[in-house]
């Protein structure tokens, strides 16, 4: 399974900011999965699930952001957003698209729990 590599290596990122920060927990974890980013949010979790036991992140909270695929259509130039791949621009019905978001895999922010006072 991908995604469980995935979360391996996104924990493994984790595991270093909590060392660099002294912190005691993780609390909050906020990931960007865009729909062209090879990865399936759903599959994520539960991989994350699967994963959790027993490493930092073991009772922090996941949140998982689903940005739209964006595609810049070259035919008449408009820019178009939606929820999954579709091979033809919305406003002409050109296929000549150029994807222009949706492909990342982020880790945007990480909510650590620390003694210092926030
Ligand atoms: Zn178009």
Same mark, same amino acid.
């Given at each position: ?60 909270? #996941?949140? @998982? ?6 595609? !810049?259509? &070259? ?5 178009? %957003?939606? +929820? ?12 000549? #698209?150029? @994807? ?6 982020? !880790?945007? &922010? ?5 003694? %210092?006072? +926030?």
């Amino acid at each position: 399974m991908h995604e469980l590599s995935v979360v391996a290596s996104l924990v493994e990122t984790i595991e270093e900011l909590v060392r660099e920060n002294k912190a005691k927990a993780v609390t909050g974890i906020w990931i960007k999965v865009g729909p062209l980013s090879g990865v399936v949010p759903e599959l994520l979790e539960s991989a994350f699930d699967m994963y959790r036991k027993g490493t930092v992140v073991e009772k922090a909270r #996941l949140s @998982i952001e689903k940005p739209p695929l964006r595609a !810049l259509c &070259r035919a008449c130039r408009r820019e178009t %957003e939606r +929820a999954d791949y579709s091979p033809a621009c919305p406003v002409c019905g050109s296929t000549d #698209l150029e @994807i222009t978001g949706g492909t990342d895999l982020l !880790l945007e &922010r990480v909510e650590l729990e620390t003694d %210092e006072p +926030a």
